[in-house]
């Protein structure tokens, strides 16, 4: 494979990207006849030009699997092929054998593709001819029906068939700009319509005018036609056909609502549509809401509860409003979960772009990830997919080493770059790890000097090259690649997740591997916790993190040169004071404070966990509740050692501690 072809599949990669969201989104929209049959062409497009690009580049395998594709498409644009569940499957399924054999390299062996290219073509040869076709025929002029291509008599059919009505326009335009007023007409019809077809022409007698005849179809009366479009000079407009009654169905619209933005008095019509839109903003406001009303029947329980007696009658309320609480608790964690979708998507996007990289840059590298199976805010998961990329495809680049230069090392010839998603505290973090050259702060030194960020004889120490590799602008290679080189990798990834308020950390080791990690805050989130004060200031602990609370014992304190110690079941713990890790002023007492036993896990850069216990002191220990973590905006990675914050039961605000993060102070 050549340069030339490994640059067009990283084209075609990104090409595929956009089909795959775009029949996401004509899974949402299929109930809408107009939206589908914009979804359609588009992918239609998208995977013409994908097969124009393969067989230009002498990549056959991709050029015979979007072919295929292509046909199936063209046959749901011309309506011999239903968009049902199946169909939208198989589109899924031939979009990941394109990404598949993009990375996988695997262009001559058609044998694996055999199934698909069956089904495809069972799918796209199945004759589905519209029983509206022969009505639609008889009422208008023939001339217009003989005109139109077979997509436009489907789409016209659609058309009528949701309760359009059918117009004919007529104008003409200057030849020295008629393309400019064309589209300016085109875009007042598309606001209100679809335009079914476009016939230019030019008349003997005025060469210098072109005229226009457009087949146009809205669900308007003509006043409404023609006073949308009175700016306009020299246009006439006259009904073609008028619009069919929505209760009669065609055959390509079974099993989905005809379209959204109608009211129907047949449920039967909408009997298939399952899927609804929603913005994020609304279903925050909806969990909002949620959490206001179980806080306020939480306190308003709480002191209805407080005089009651032991007997049958008050112990079955005490009941009641325990299921009342925990049925709030479940709705409000099912709502939140309306906002989760697995990553597993985007940590798959980030290995297709690994190996398309890889590919174009002649290395050997397996690729691993771990951590499908984790599910993250639906924001946060569109904010980094582009960051994470970019941090594979510079571990591809920068990091992993080519093949001779790795063997002088005494490594092995295949780099290793791990893709690991996790979580911790309701925080979800992302990792790149590679086991390349990893960063040298020699070579750092070297470029900034080049690029006059330092003077000569300058020499970096690790801190500062870490820092430096997210200046905008920097870079450490002297020419520009298919992947990287032009100094806007970092800084962009860094941008991108701190306005969602996360951080980018980076740990390396010269010759041994870097890794670059995405830590991400909770946007909403329930979460049992320990409520604690400091300072006359309420705080919250992750409840995971707690092993046990007591009061102060001063006979469990010894004394050691490094300062007092906790001996619980004869173990010397470390003793921490909240006091000091938060900057407060010191207790001016110990008597009546608390004492929390914390198990805390310690992460080692090769991403093994080893675990601590400490003893951590605080003024006082509240209760332990349930509580909704929200996070703190686009600065909140500023906020070091804090994971969110929440409500409490008495209306003030707490944040919620990073308990594990502020002991590496």
Same mark, same amino acid.
């Given at each position: 494979?050549?340069?030339?072809?490994?640059?067009?599949?990283?084209?075609?990669?990104?090409?595929?990207?956009?089909?795959?969201?775009?029949?996401?989104?004509?899974?949402?929209?299929?109930?809408?006849?107009?939206?589908?049959?914009?979804?359609?062409?588009?992918?239609?497009?998208?995977?013409?030009?994908?097969?124009?690009?393969?067989?230009?580049?002498?990549?056959?395998?991709?050029?015979?699997?979007?072919?295929?594709?292509?046909?199936?498409?063209?046959?749901?644009?011309?309506?011999?092929?239903?968009?049902?569940?199946?169909?939208?499957?198989?589109?899924?399924?031939?979009?990941?054998?394109?990404?598949?054999?993009?990375?996988?390299?695997?262009?001559? =062996?058609? &044998?694996?593709?055999? #199934?698909?290219? %069956?089904? /495809?073509? @069972?799918?796209?040869? *199945?004759?589905?001819?519209?029983? +509206?076709?022969?009505?639609?025929?008889?009422?208008?002029?023939?001339?217009?029906?003989?005109?139109?291509?077979?997509?436009?008599?489907?789409?016209?059919?659609?058309?009528?068939?949701?309760?359009?009505?059918?117009?004919?326009?007529?104008?003409?335009?200057?030849?020295?700009?008629?393309?400019?007023?064309?589209?300016?007409?085109?875009?007042?019809?598309?606001?209100?319509?679809?335009?079914?077809?476009?016939?230019?022409?030019?008349?003997?007698?005025?060469?210098?005018?072109? =005229?226009? &005849?457009?087949?146009? #179809?809205?669900? %308007?009366? /003509?006043? @409404?036609?023609?006073? *949308?479009?009175?700016?306009?000079? +020299?246009?006439?407009?006259?009904?073609?056909?008028?619009?069919?009654?929505?209760?009669?169905?065609?055959?390509?619209?079974?099993?989905?609502?005809?379209?959204?933005?109608?009211?129907?008095?047949?449920?039967?019509?909408?009997?298939?549509?399952?899927?609804?839109?929603?913005?994020?903003?609304?279903?925050?406001?909806?969990?909002?809401?949620?959490?206001?009303?179980?806080?306020?029947?939480?306190?308003?329980?709480?002191?209805?509860?407080?005089?009651?007696?032991?007997?049958?009658?008050?112990?079955?309320?005490?009941?009641?409003? %325990?299921?009342?609480?925990?049925?709030?608790?479940?709705?409000?964690?099912?709502?939140?979960?309306?906002?989760?979708?697995?990553?597993?998507?985007?940590?798959?996007?980030?290995?297709?772009?690994?190996?398309?990289?890889?590919?174009?840059?002649?290395?050997?590298?397996?690729?691993?990830?771990?951590?499908?199976?984790?599910?993250?805010?639906?924001?946060?998961?569109?904010?980094?997919?582009?960051?994470?990329?970019?941090?594979?495809?510079?571990?591809?680049?920068?990091?992993?080493?080519?093949?001779?230069?790795?063997?002088?090392?005494?490594?092995?010839?295949?780099?290793?770059?791990?893709?690991?998603?996790?979580?911790?505290?309701?925080?979800?973090?992302?990792?790149?790890?590679?086991?390349?050259?990893?960063?040298?702060?020699?070579?750092?030194?070297?470029?900034?000097?080049?690029?006059?960020?330092?003077?000569?004889?300058?020499?970096?120490?690790?801190?500062?090259?870490?820092?430096?590799?997210?200046?905008?602008?920097?870079?450490?290679?002297?020419?520009?690649?298919?992947?990287?080189?032009?100094?806007?990798?970092?800084?962009?990834?860094?941008?991108?997740?701190?306005?969602?308020?996360?951080?980018?950390?980076?740990?390396?080791?010269?010759?041994?591997?870097?890794?670059?990690?995405?830590?991400?805050?909770?946007?909403?989130?329930?979460?049992?916790?320990?409520?604690?004060?400091?300072?006359?200031?309420?705080?919250?602990?992750?409840?995971?993190?707690?092993?046990?609370?007591?009061?102060?014992?001063?006979?469990?304190?010894?004394?050691?040169?490094?300062?007092?110690?906790?001996?619980?079941?004869?173990?010397?713990?470390?003793?921490?004071?909240?006091?000091?890790?938060?900057?407060?002023?010191?207790?001016?007492?110990?008597?009546?404070?608390?004492?929390?036993?914390?198990?805390?896990?310690?992460?080692?850069?090769?991403?093994?966990?080893?675990?601590?216990?400490?003893?951590?002191?605080?003024?006082?220990?509240?209760?332990?509740?349930?509580?909704?973590?929200?996070?703190?905006?686009?600065?909140?990675?500023?906020?070091?050692?804090?994971?969110?914050?929440?409500?409490?039961?008495?209306?003030?605000?707490?944040?919620?501690?990073?308990?594990?993060?502020?002991?590496?102070?």
């Amino acid at each position: 494979m050549n340069q030339s072809q490994r640059l067009v599949l990283s084209e075609i990669e990104e090409r595929v990207e956009r089909i795959f969201a775009v029949v996401e989104e004509l899974r949402v929209s299929r109930g809408n006849a107009k939206s589908r049959r914009e979804l359609v062409d588009s992918v239609f497009r998208a995977v013409h030009s994908v097969k124009g690009s393969a067989s230009a580049s002498g990549l056959d395998t991709l050029a015979k699997i979007a072919h295929e594709f292509e046909s199936l498409l063209q046959s749901l644009r011309l309506g011999r092929a239903r968009l049902d569940e199946e169909v939208l499957q198989t589109l899924e399924t031939a979009a990941q054998a394109l990404l598949d054999t993009c990375g996988a390299g695997d262009f001559e =062996n058609q &044998r694996s593709h055999d #199934a698909l290219f %069956a089904r /495809l073509q @069972q799918l796209s040869t *199945t004759d589905r001819k519209s029983a +509206d076709s022969e009505t639609i025929l008889q009422s208008m002029p023939s001339d217009i029906w003989q005109s139109l291509g077979q997509s436009e008599k489907h789409s016209l059919e659609e058309s009528i068939h949701e309760g359009a009505h059918l117009y004919l326009i007529a104008t003409n335009f200057d030849i020295s700009d008629f393309d400019q007023q064309f589209q300016r007409l085109k875009d007042k019809l598309l606001e209100t319509g679809e335009v079914i077809s476009t016939s230019p022409s030019v008349d003997s007698e005025h060469p210098q005018k072109i =005229n226009f &005849r457009i087949l146009f #179809a809205r669900d %308007a009366n /003509l006043e @409404q036609v023609r006073a *949308t479009l009175e700016e306009i000079p +020299d246009l006439s407009v006259s009904e073609v056909l008028a619009s069919r009654p929505p209760t009669l169905k065609t055959s390509t619209d079974e099993g989905f609502p005809l379209n959204n933005n109608r009211s129907f008095n047949n449920p039967s019509e909408v009997e298939g549509s399952n899927l609804i839109r929603i913005t994020l903003e609304d279903l925050d406001h909806l969990i909002s809401s949620a959490h206001k009303l179980f806080h306020k029947t939480s306190t308003c329980l709480d002191l209805a509860l407080e005089n009651l007696s032991d007997n049958p009658i008050d112990k079955e309320l005490q009941s009641d409003a %325990a299921e009342i609480c925990n049925s709030f608790i479940e709705l409000a964690a099912e709502i939140i979960n309306l906002r989760m979708v697995p990553i597993e998507r985007i940590l798959q996007r980030a290995l297709r772009s690994g190996r398309v990289a890889a590919g174009a840059a002649g290395k050997e590298i397996d690729f691993v990830v771990t951590g499908r199976d984790v599910l993250i805010d639906k924001a946060l998961g569109d904010a980094i997919a582009d960051p994470l990329i970019q941090l594979v495809r510079n571990a591809v680049d920068h990091g992993i080493e080519s093949a001779t230069e790795r063997s002088l090392t005494a490594k092995s010839e295949r780099g290793s770059i791990l893709i690991e998603a996790s979580t911790r505290l309701g925080q979800i973090s992302v990792r790149v790890v590679d086991d390349g050259r990893g960063i040298d702060p020699a070579v750092i030194s070297k470029a900034a000097i080049r690029l006059a960020v330092t003077t000569e004889g300058s020499l970096l120490d690790m801190q500062q090259s870490l820092r430096l590799i997210f200046r905008p602008g920097f870079s450490t290679a002297t020419s520009v690649s298919g992947i990287s080189g032009r100094g806007v990798g970092l800084d962009v990834v860094e941008t991108a997740v701190e306005q969602v308020g996360g951080e980018v950390v980076v740990d390396s080791s010269p010759g041994v591997g870097s890794t670059f990690g995405i830590r991400l805050p909770v946007t909403f989130g329930l979460q049992q916790v320990v409520h604690i004060s400091c300072a006359n200031q309420p705080y919250l602990l992750d409840k995971t993190l707690i092993v046990s609370c007591r009061d102060i014992d001063d006979r469990e304190f010894e004394a050691t040169e490094s300062g007092k110690v906790l001996r619980v079941d004869d173990e010397l713990l470390p003793l921490v004071d909240l006091h000091q890790l938060l900057g407060r002023p010191p207790a001016e007492s110990e008597r009546g404070r608390g004492l929390l036993v914390c198990q805390i896990a310690r992460e080692a850069s090769d991403g093994t966990n080893s675990f601590e216990r400490i003893g951590l002191l605080v003024d006082a220990i509240k209760e332990t509740q349930q509580v909704l973590v929200r996070n703190l905006g686009s600065r909140g990675a500023r906020w070091f050692g804090v994971a969110g914050a929440a409500e409490l039961r008495d209306g003030r605000v707490a944040l919620l501690l990073d308990l594990p993060r502020l002991l590496t102070l």
